[in-house]
């Protein structure tokens, strides 16, 4: 066989290598999206507002949660983390704030018209009271509830809450750790090939926790922290709320946190690498009802501390509502 015989084979052999590969990691993609959607299709309700289109479920029966999601979550992010409580026998309602998946983007998307929102909601709901639990971002709409609204408000849980409260990003990261990170949230298909290709660089960016840990947890802990970054996809539907939550993680939080005036338990990890220990800490120090609880390891997600943080919920909500 002549040698520019032999090199075009080869190349077309390679391109075919190259084609099948593509082909399957395009099937691979559209079959893992179009799973995501389906699983949140069915499971939420979308009511109007004067904010617009606000999305939300309601799960359970019991005393009412209003439960929170963080960045990159949605109301199903509210009920995976909640779904023990569910399951101890509390009302859960989980609402997807501004720009998250089907709740619209408001002319004012700020943390107080969201605190406003989740009264419109519960308005609607015909609830009266609520014990507020907010995870990472939405740890910040949380407080603002409980200030703004005290009266609906019968407790607040600060769950690893994201917050500026120094002045500066307790985020750290490089330039290019940021652009890497930005990339990836802004595309469905960076997110899925990086979830699969690096997953413990996602979990040690995205959620802030060590894969080492992640690994030396239980089988079940380990299949949660693998749910809960595969069900941040479809991020392309979560975009403006991304966008909003970093903006709001880097500013500082103008809350008056010291005049909130109902009991409060604040949760997080001595690890948590988006370092809300420290926010954790100073959040205790300036609300007045404020009781504190860090776990020396678990990240942002924390790991293996699941069964820990709802019995101290479950206590914590308990006599709070009828």
Not at 184 to 201: E, I, N, Q, V
Not at 238 to 246: C, I, M, P, T, V
Request: proline share 6%; hydrophobic share 45%; glycine share 10%.
């Amino acid at each position: 066989m002549k040698p520019a015989a032999s090199r075009r084979r080869l190349l077309l052999g390679a391109a075919g290598l190259l084609a099948v590969g593509v082909g399957t990691t395009s099937i691979a993609f559209s079959r893992d999206l179009r799973r995501s959607r389906q699983r949140l299709a069915g499971r939420s309700t979308v009511i109007p507002t004067t904010f617009g289109a606000l999305e939300f479920a309601d799960v359970g029966r019991g005393p009412p949660l209003l439960v929170i999601h963080g960045t990159g979550g949605g109301f199903d992010q509210g009920l995976r983390f909640s779904q023990p409580l569910i399951e101890s026998g509390h009302r859960v309602i989980a609402p997807s704030r501004f720009g998250y998946l089907r709740s619209e983007w408001p002319e004012d998307p700020s943390t107080e018209r969201q605190a406003d929102a989740f009264v419109t909601l519960l308005d609607h709901l015909r609830i009266d009271r609520a014990v507020a639990i907010g995870a990472s971002a939405g740890a910040l709409p949380a407080a603002a509830f409980a200030l703004r609204h005290a009266e609906r408000c019968a407790g607040l849980v600060l769950l690893v809450p994201a917050a500026n409260l120094q002045g500066r990003d307790p985020v750290v990261m490089s330039a290019w750790q940021k652009y890497l990170l930005d990339a990836t949230l802004g595309s469905d298909f960076l997110f899925w090939a990086a979830s699969r290709m690096a997953p413990g660089a996602m979990f040690r960016t995205v959620l802030a926790t060590d894969p080492a840990l992640i690994a030396q947890a239980s089988p079940a802990e380990q299949a949660r922290a693998r749910t809960i970054l595969a069900e941040l996809l479809p991020v392309s539907a979560k975009r403006r709320g991304l966008l909003n939550d970093a903006l709001r993680a880097g500013s500082p939080a103008g809350l008056d946190f010291a005049s909130i005036q109902v009991p409060t338990l604040i949760v997080s990890c001595e690890d948590d690498r988006f370092g809300t220990a420290a926010t954790a800490r100073t959040l205790a120090a300036t609300i007045p009802q404020a009781r504190l609880v860090i776990y020396l390891s678990g990240g942002h997600i924390w790991v293996g501390r699941d069964g820990e943080a709802t019995g101290e919920i479950r206590q914590f909500s308990s006599g709070l509502l009828p």
